[in-house]
Nanobody, 124 residues
């Protein structure tokens, strides 16, 4: 059974940082692109960032450029989302997702596997 497990969420003050991790089990995700999405209360799940299978190519939503960094050491290791200078509007459940492919992918429908999410709360 394929599982993606997010960790690293929590409560942080505005301006602070968090590092989210996404670990995969049940199969090797070495040929898979990974993505991070978030969903705030009452809102649609939105794209945050994506990284290709090798970690060479990344793509970010406009709101995350310059403050968030997605990374993976190698295709078999967890995927990380470093979030700096956090704002209260970043409060949401953050989800990790995976799909087979050589590129990066920026929409929800692109992804096959999803984690259960980790809560991030940014206080003002």
């Amino acid at each position: 059974q394929v599982q993606l497990v997010e960790s690293g969420g929590g409560l942080v003050q505005a301006g602070g940082s968090l590092r989210l991790s996404c670990a995969a089990s049940g199969r090797t995700f070495s040929s898979y692109a990974m993505g991070w999405f978030r969903q705030a209360p009452g809102k649609e799940r939105e794209f945050v960032a994506t990284i290709n299978w090798s970690g060479v190519s990344t793509y970010y939503a406009d709101f995350s450029k310059g403050r968030f960094t997605i990374s993976r050491d190698n295709p078999k290791n967890p995927v990380y989302l470093q979030m700096n200078s956090l704002k209260p509007e970043a409060t949401a459940v953050y989800y990790c997702a995976a799909r087979y492919g050589s590129g990066w992918y920026g929409t929800r429908d692109d992804y096959e596997y999803w984690g259960q999410g980790t809560q991030v709360t940014v206080s003002s």
